[in-house]
């Protein structure tokens, strides 16, 4: 099983960690839609800015 850390981007400052254990994503509109482990929710309005497989990281920029 591969689970990713997502962290989010505001006006280009450094990444910060906003949740781990992601099992999902999804994009609804103008958000990214994340699923932990649990099942827990996390949307964030914004775009992703890069997913790195070997980090298993996804970065999302927001305004």
């Known amino acids: 099983m591969c689970l990713s850390s997502a962290y989010v981007t505001v006006d280009g400052k450094?990444?910060?960690?906003?949740?781990?254990?992601?099992?999902s994503v999804s994009?609804?509109?103008?958000?990214?839609?994340?699923?932990?482990?649990?099942?827990e929710k996390t949307e964030v309005i914004g775009k992703i800015k890069r997913v790195d497989f070997i980090k298993n990281s996804l970065v999302i920029k927001t305004a």
């Not at 994009?27 to 482990?37: A, Q």
């Open 27 to 39: 994009i609804e509109g103008d958000s990214v839609v994340l699923y932990d482990l649990l099942g």
């Open 14 to 23: 450094q990444d910060a960690l906003i949740t781990k254990n992601v099992t």
